[in-house]
């Protein structure tokens, strides 16, 4: 019995250190670039074009064609506020795709959020971490690979 709680107390205080870092860190524009175009992406830069005052940048990192491939995009906003709001946005949008069946994760803890959505044949990702977000809506073929990248940038 005594090993038991003793057993309790030690899984009880590996899981609440496991669970004390609940704040990510941010990547800036440049390192998204660096690890999208070392994953062989290519990469362009749409803050010019966006041109939107609370947007400080936005990349595109893509593979295959407009027809047969997807995009990743990254965006650097001007508060926590805005890219809080743009995740919220992007979420909403994501759920109204839900077929009847789905699979779907949903994680918020300290300055990262994010939720993930497979259904109809699509993958949809929307992930905050302080001012910066991913999103990405492309065929579930590529959602290994997809989820290995986001996983390497930390999102």
């Known amino acids: 019995m005594k090993k038991t709680i003793t057993l309790l107390a030690v899984m009880v205080a590996v899981v ?8 990510r860190t941010p990547i800036d524009a ?20 966006l041109n939107q005052a609370d947007t400080v940048a936005c ?25 809080s ?15 009847s069946r789905y699979s779907q994760s949903d994680v918020s803890a300290g300055n990262y959020s994010s939720y993930k959505l497979t259904s109809n044949q699509w993958y949809h990702v929307s992930s ?18 997809i989820a290995a990248f986001l996983r390497e940038i930390g999102y």
Request: glycine fraction near 6%; proline fraction near 0%; aromatic fraction near 10%.
């Open 16 to 23: 609440a250190l496991a669970g004390c870092k609940l704040s």
């Open 59 to 83: 990349l595109f990192a893509a593979k295959g064609t407009e027809e047969d491939g997807y995009k990743i995009e990254f965006r650097v906003l001007s508060s926590v506020e805005q890219a």
């Open 128 to 145: 905050r971490t302080e001012n910066t977000f991913v999103y990405v809506v492309a065929s579930d073929e590529y959602k290994d690979e």
């Open 85 to 99: 709001a743009m995740h919220r946005v992007n979420r909403l949008y994501m759920e109204a795709q839900k077929g």
């Open 30 to 49: 440049e390192t998204f670039a660096a690890k999208a175009a070392a994953a062989g992406y290519t990469v362009t830069d749409a803050t010019q074009e």
